[in-house]
């Protein structure tokens, strides 16, 4: 599968190498190709000389979004999400699968950050109808990037919940990304979950932040 990758920070770079590893093809849009992340990542790929030096690049936000066949991802900064998909250009992404990851974080205040929205509204929700002919599926927002492609902990997999409003689009990005990817995945319902789902992250942010450690993840015991 081609990937096309919307934003160019750890979260893209993280999942355009688990991508990689599972031999799609990914595209990271950038507002700047020249930057040194940018340099770097695509520097680690061409050493490797193998097939995932040809199957790594990068271009601009619309770049990316045509590149990806039928999966994008979204990892751009709140405060910079409604400006990059306005330069991706969502009929670029019409009728894909948009796997978004952000989190409505306001900084303005200091750390720890706050939510920008909230309980009425979510970032997932404004992302949809920015991209009113795609199918968001909010997935990835509620973990730290390092532990986004095979988490390893010693309670077992942790649990990914998503949302999103087409039944198929998650089914793929569960059966495609996260199982291959180490993750249990629990599906609560339509792109509104994201008014849970952020909130989820804030917890998981408020946790960092008190503990100084970003080795924690969510899971949903049953019996
Ligand atoms: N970091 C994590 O561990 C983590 C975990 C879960 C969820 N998230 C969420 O995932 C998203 C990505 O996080 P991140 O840490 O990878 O990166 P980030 O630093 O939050 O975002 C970097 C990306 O945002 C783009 N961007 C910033 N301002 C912009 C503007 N005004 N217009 C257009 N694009 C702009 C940057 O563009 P350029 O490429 O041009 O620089 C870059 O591609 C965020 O919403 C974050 O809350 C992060």
Request: contains cysteine; neutral net charge.
């Amino acid at each position: 599968m081609k990937v096309g990758i919307i934003g160019s920070g750890d979260v893209g770079r993280r999942l355009a190498d688990g991508l990689l590893d599972l031999g799609h093809q990914v595209k990271i849009g950038t507002r700047d190709t020249s930057k040194k992340e940018i340099i770097e990542w695509i520097d680690k790929h061409k050493k490797g000389g193998d097939k995932e030096s040809e199957n790594a690049s990068v271009g601009d936000f619309a770049d990316a979004a045509s590149f990806g066949d039928g999966l994008i991802v979204l990892c751009t900064s709140w405060n910079g999400t409604s400006n990059a998909i306005r330069m991706a250009n969502p009929s670029n992404m019409s009728g894909k699968v948009v796997i978004d990851t952000t989190n409505p974080l306001d900084f303005t205040q200091g750390l720890p950050p706050r939510m920008a929205v909230g309980v009425t509204d979510s970032a997932g929700e404004i992302n949809q109808r920015l991209l009113p002919g795609s199918k968001v599926v909010k997935a990835f927002n509620i973990v730290g990037n390092p532990h986004m492609v095979h988490p390893d902990f010693p309670g077992g997999p942790p649990t990914m919940f998503i949302c999103g409003n087409d039944e198929q689009a998650k089914k793929m990005v569960t059966e495609s990304i996260l199982s291959p990817f180490g993750w249990e995945t629990i599906d609560i319902g339509g792109i509104e979950g994201a008014r849970l789902l952020e909130p989820l992250a804030m917890l998981w942010i408020t946790h960092y932040f008190r503990t100084g450690t970003g080795n924690h993840a969510f899971k949903l015991l049953k019996k």
